[in-house]
């Protein structure tokens, strides 16, 4: 099974806004997800340009699924639904 893919965008817009606290998210993750996601830190992935500076921090779920405003709690829960093939 492939990995998901997982981006945390700490491009400093992102950063400010709240990223630091999803730097540790792979310790967080519940058991059923480990060795399931791959989890990167990105430079600024210019969607807070493109799209809106208070939608950061931004996260990018296998390339394309871009998840705005995100938090250790919505990161996880969408992790889990993709581990899960929910959606
Ligand atoms: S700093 Fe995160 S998208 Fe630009």
Request: proline content about 3%; glycine content about 10%; aromatic content about 4%.
């Amino acid at each position: 099974m492939e990995k998901i893919k997982v981006e945390i965008c700490c491009g400093t817009a992102c950063y400010l806004l709240g990223a630091e606290k999803l730097m540790n998210i792979e310790d967080m993750l519940p058991e059923e997800c480990r060795g399931k996601v791959e989890i990167e830190a990105r430079t600024c992935l210019d969607l807070c340009e493109r799209e809106n500076l208070g939608g950061a921090p931004y996260v990018r779920f296998n390339g394309s699924e871009i998840m705005d405003r995100a938090t250790p709690e919505r990161v996880i829960s969408r992790i889990l639904e993709l581990v899960e093939g929910i959606g």
